[in-house]
């Protein structure tokens, strides 16, 4: 996840997209993606590396003509290794934009496919859910505007729990005090 932009403290917000057609910052802001944990560099690093550890098993049969079956597998191996990874690249350009105002709750989900997927509610109304018992485990669900939709699904459990505690602390500090009119 990261790091959670709360633009009421001055930060710019990480999903301006979002809000673009409302002339007020919101009161909290967030981006969300996979967690990263080898680089593009770092894949093509390792796949150079799981092919040069195949080659050298494959040293003595390099006069012979057997060293072709060995030699298919291999690539084989690393090809399927390559295309693992860059599938895994692929799908982690998910991104979930969560913006929270006093009068509207945005979440933009834009998957890997490029393809974008947007709910709003009125935040009074919307109902946070951490499923504690369910599978996987803290699913964290938000319910508001007739629909329902997951929330942060890529997400840690504890992770989810600590999203859930930020979204909610965001609705109570944007929703205006209600103070009944003087009599």
């Known amino acids: 996840m990261r790091d959670v932009q709360d633009t009421a403290a001055g930060v710019d917000a990480p999903a301006a997209g979002l809000w673009a057609d409302r002339g007020d910052a919101p009161a909290y802001a967030a981006e969300l993606c996979p967690n990263r944990s080898l680089s593009r560099r770092g894949q093509r690093r390792f796949v150079w590396l799981l092919a040069g550890s195949f080659c050298v098993p494959l040293l003595p049969l390099v006069a012979t003509p057997v060293i072709w079956i060995p030699m298919a597998f291999a690539a084989l191996a690393v090809g399927f290794m390559a295309w693992a990874l860059g599938r895994n690249s692929a799908d982690a350009m998910l991104v979930e934009r969560i913006a929270v105002w006093p009068d ?69 500090r944007a929703l205006p005090r209600f103070e009944p009119a003087p009599r």
């Open 104 to 172: 509207e709750m945005r979440v933009e989900r834009i998957e890997p496919s490029g393809r974008v997927l947007r709910w709003s509610a009125d935040p009074y109304f919307v109902r946070l859910t951490l499923h504690a018992d369910a599978r996987p485990e803290q699913y964290l669900t938000l319910r508001g505007g007739g629909r329902e939709i997951e929330l942060g699904a890529f997400l840690s459990p504890d992770e989810r729990v600590r999203l859930a505690g930020e979204i909610e602390a965001a609705i109570r």
